[in-house]
């Protein structure tokens, strides 16, 4: 299963582009920070990650700063590439 959801501020937010089939595609960058706990120990953490949207949602109103609650999947930014994309399939604002 791959499921994976993150609350976090937008930090960078790209202009809708299309795709050669016509597929909207959205790409940003999520920040987020917490405090979570590990072998009982407390630990904050900080990290940004990559991110894309893709058709229908892509029409939401997003903006650089709001934070949201984002769920999805993560992916092979692509065939050949090791580095990791969320992939977002839900968008709530918190």
């Known amino acids: 299963m ?4 993150l609350d976090g ?3 960078y937010l790209e202009k809708i ?3 050669p089939a016509g597929l909207a595609v959205l790409s940003l960058r999520i920040k987020h920070t917490s405090r ?3 072998a009982s120990l407390s630990k904050i953490v900080n990290l940004e990650i990559e991110s894309v949207v893709i058709g229908e949602l892509t029409q939401e109103i997003l903006t650089v700063g709001d ?7 993560i992916e092979k ?3 050949k590439s090791n580095q990791n994309i969320f ?3 839900q ?4």
């Open 2 to 5: 791959n499921n994976f959801s």
């Open 77 to 79: 930014k692509s065939l």
């Open 9 to 11: 501020e937008i930090v």
């Open 87 to 89: 992939h977002i399939t």
């Open 36 to 38: 979570q706990k590990e």
């Open 67 to 73: 934070r949201y609650l984002f769920h999805g999947f």
């Open 91 to 94: 968008i709530k604002k918190i």
């Open 17 to 19: 582009r299309f795709t």
